[in-house]
């Protein structure tokens, strides 16, 4: 089974409001965590990263924070704008000398305006 | 244009045929992974060069499938024999080799089986 998964496949918010977008993982080696935004069409694109040393890391308007007592990411979207209606996806890394990444299925975030 | 550049970006084929995709990575990526990704799921992992070494590949590569990347540079992956369940986003990505880090990915090639 999939390691990294999501809470809420779907996600519609106003402009203007803040979104929340969580994430589960089940693998406890896992050292660093990044979040992606897919919009249809394209490539993932990197929004932030985080690693496991850490608790939260703030970015332009994003926002990650990291439990690794209960596995869990979350990433916070401040003042969410149409432009930020995309697919998001956490994927996580495992550490020691393997690089690839592991990813969920995917929030679907609607942003109404 | 620095960012990771895949060829086509589609690609229509008969159940049966060998089609031959391509990734440039950004200049100087040591690292360079292949992904497919098919309609509401997370892209998975298919396997990974580091420079011109390929150091893994998932149990989903079956041996239709091959990937090179014989100068260190750009990569191709090859599917032979085609079948519908290869309907799917191929998606490529690199990375600069300095422990986990950040992938980047390209466009990505979208192959329908008809």
């Known amino acids: 089974g999939e390691s990294v998964g999501l809470h809420l496949p779907t996600l519609s918010v106003q402009e203007g409001d803040n979104s929340i977008i969580n994430c589960a993982y089940s693998n406890s080696a896992s050292d660093y965590f990044i979040w992606y935004k897919q919009e249809s069409g394209k490539g993932p694109q990197f929004i932030i990263d985080i690693r496991s040393n850490m608790d939260k890391r703030q970015g332009q308007r994003v926002t990650v924070l990291l439990n690794k007592t209960v596995k869990h990411l979350s990433l916070q979207i401040a003042a969410t704008q149409p432009g930020d209606s995309a697919v998001y996806f956490c994927a996580e890394n495992i550490g020691g000398s393997n690089y690839k990444l592991t990813f969920g299925k995917g929030t679907l975030l609607t942003v109404n305006p | 244009d620095t960012g990771v550049s895949q060829n086509p970006r589609h690609k229509i084929t008969k159940r049966g045929q060998n089609v031959t995709f391509r990734c440039d990575p950004i200049?100087?990526?040591?690292?360079l992974y292949w992904y497919r990704q098919t309609l509401g799921q997370g892209p998975e992992f298919l396997t990974y060069f580091q420079n011109e070494a390929q150091l893994e590949k998932s149990r989903l590569l079956s041996d239709r499938f091959s990937a090179e990347r014989p100068k260190g540079s750009f990569s191709t992956l090859e599917i032979q024999r085609t079948e519908q369940g290869d309907s799917a986003m191929y998606l490529c990505?690199?990375?600069?080799?300095?422990?986990?880090?950040?992938?980047?990915f390209g466009s990505g090639t979208q192959l329908s089986v008809l």
């Open positions: 990505a690199s990375s600069s080799g300095q422990g986990p880090e950040i992938l980047f």
């Open positions: 200049s100087e990526h040591n690292r």
